[in-house]
């Protein structure tokens, strides 16, 4: 165990993963013969550059890595089919940056596109005066006493770059110009701020995702853990007196944690509709079946496939679930309308 240097930690650069945890937290400095777990943070060094060559910092900004650079990370798996698939090793070994936002675990597998993964050798974990590591559970938002629920719409999607993110800021965007107050939250996913920053350029009043809850990823973790992040966010942001809730579940419905959330009574039950954004036509067609058959109230696809005419005749002409574009969902007549909302007494606000 070190003392560790406050200008070291303010030297650093910081993930924005580990953004929650406050500085004057950060006392002292385990040395390896601690094991991590998911969610410790951690002093890296980098060794040699990957497929990740900027780290995001709690501002949204990209900075770029050398090698030398010491970064401050947070333990976790992670799971993304055009990325990595990476889990958080027994040690404090030499490993992997898997993941811009910040996230340090050891590369199994990854897309051959990529170079492959960032090289760190982690110096410690960070710990506080007790000598106890950090942890981001530590700092998660604290549960607020159960509210009504308003209208609350989920984004499913097939897979990374369906247009899930791009679907949900059009949500957003449609009912803030309808004058409601709009929350928007992530349940799942590898932690990083594009999305976040996107929902609230859109005009979320709000905007939180799973690491305000204290998860790094939610890549491994239980459906019971995964209800617990969905009731803190959403009640977080009934709290700031949000009228309508937008719902974005990363990957697609075959990843492990979204395919529970997808056949969850409870979760489906906290839902006033679901949305699907796909890449193709089949993909279009046969998500919106399954989440049908799960018992979601279907909305309508869309996503990148809409961007082509020819898939989306292909999709109207296989599905009874509507194919709905960018445009519409921005239309605040169109979507207050289409969700039923003009039909119902939720109060709106500016």
Same mark, same amino acid.
């Given at each position: 165990?070190?003392?560790l240097d406050?200008?070291?930690i303010r030297?650093?650069?910081?993930?924005?993963?580990?953004?929650?945890v406050?500085?004057?937290?950060?006392?002292?400095?385990?040395l390896?013969?601690r094991?991590?777990k998911?969610?410790?943070?951690?002093?890296?060094?980098?060794t040699?550059?990957?497929?990740?060559?900027r780290i995001?910092?709690?501002?949204g900004?990209?900075?770029?890595?050398?090698?030398g650079?010491?970064?401050m990370?947070?333990?976790?798996?992670?799971?993304a089919p055009d990325q990595?698939?990476?889990?958080?090793?027994?040690?404090?070994?030499?490993c992997?940056m898997v993941?811009?936002?910040?996230?340090a675990a050891t590369?199994?597998?990854?897309h051959d596109?990529?170079?492959g993964?960032t090289?760190?050798?982690?110096?410690?974990?960070?710990?506080?005066?007790?000598h106890?590591?950090?942890?981001?559970?530590d700092?998660?938002i604290?549960p607020?006493?159960a509210r009504?629920?308003p209208p609350?719409? /989920? =984004?499913? $999607?097939?897979s990374?770059n369906? #247009?899930?993110?791009? !679907?949900?800021?059009?949500?957003?965007?449609?009912?803030?110009?309808a004058?409601?107050k709009?929350?928007?939250?992530k349940?799942?996913g590898?932690g990083?701020?594009?999305d976040?920053?996107?929902?609230?350029?859109?005009?979320?009043?709000?905007?939180l995702d799973?690491?305000d809850?204290?998860?790094p990823s939610?890549?491994?973790i239980?459906?019971?853990?995964l209800?617990?992040?969905?009731?803190t966010?959403?009640?977080?942001?009934?709290s700031?007196?949000?009228?309508?809730?937008?719902?974005?579940i990363?990957?697609?419905l075959?990843?492990?944690?979204?395919?529970?959330?997808a056949r969850?009574t409870?979760?489906?039950?906290?839902?006033?509709g679901?949305?699907?954004?796909?890449?193709d036509?089949?993909? /279009? =067609?046969? $998500?919106a079946?399954?989440?049908t #058959?799960?018992?979601? !109230?279907?909305?309508?696809?869309?996503?990148?496939?809409?961007?082509?005419?020819l898939?989306?005749?292909?999709?109207?002409a296989?599905s009874?679930?509507?194919?709905?574009?960018?445009?519409e969902?921005t239309?605040p007549?169109?979507?207050?309308?289409?969700?039923?909302l003009?039909?119902?007494?939720?109060?709106?606000?500016?």
């Amino acid at each position: 165990m070190k003392i560790l240097d406050k200008n070291r930690i303010r030297n650093a650069k910081r993930a924005f993963s580990t953004r929650r945890v406050p500085i004057c937290a950060m006392r002292t400095l385990l040395l390896p013969d601690r094991t991590p777990k998911v969610g410790d943070l951690v002093l890296a060094r980098v060794t040699t550059l990957g497929s990740h060559k900027r780290i995001e910092l709690p501002t949204g900004r990209k900075a770029q890595l050398f090698p030398g650079d010491e970064v401050m990370l947070a333990y976790g798996n992670r799971y993304a089919p055009d990325q990595y698939e990476a889990y958080v090793p027994d040690a404090l070994e030499p490993c992997h940056m898997v993941a811009a936002g910040g996230l340090a675990a050891t590369a199994t597998a990854w897309h051959d596109r990529l170079a492959g993964p960032t090289e760190i050798e982690p110096v410690g974990l960070i710990g506080d005066v007790e000598h106890e590591p950090l942890n981001l559970a530590d700092y998660a938002i604290a549960p607020r006493p159960a509210r009504p629920l308003p209208p609350i719409f /989920a =984004v499913f $999607g097939t897979s990374m770059n369906a #247009g899930k993110t791009t !679907t949900a800021a059009s949500l957003v965007k449609g009912f803030r110009l309808a004058g409601y107050k709009v929350g928007a939250a992530k349940i799942t996913g590898t932690g990083a701020g594009g999305d976040l920053w996107l929902m609230r350029d859109s005009g979320a009043a709000m905007a939180l995702d799973f690491t305000d809850a204290g998860h790094p990823s939610t890549f491994g973790i239980s459906l019971k853990a995964l209800m617990a992040i969905a009731s803190t966010l959403t009640q977080a942001l009934v709290s700031e007196g949000c009228s309508v809730i937008v719902l974005e579940i990363a990957d697609g419905l075959y990843q492990e944690e979204t395919a529970a959330l997808a056949r969850s009574t409870p979760f489906t039950g906290m839902l006033s509709g679901t949305f699907f954004a796909a890449n193709d036509a089949m993909g /279009a =067609v046969s $998500g919106a079946a399954h989440l049908t #058959g799960n018992g979601h !109230t279907m909305m309508g696809i869309t996503g990148a496939m809409t961007r082509s005419p020819l898939a989306k005749r292909e999709t109207a002409a296989a599905s009874p679930v509507p194919v709905l574009s960018i445009e519409e969902l921005t239309n605040p007549g169109f979507i207050i309308h289409w969700t039923g909302l003009d039909a119902q007494r939720y109060a709106a606000a500016s």
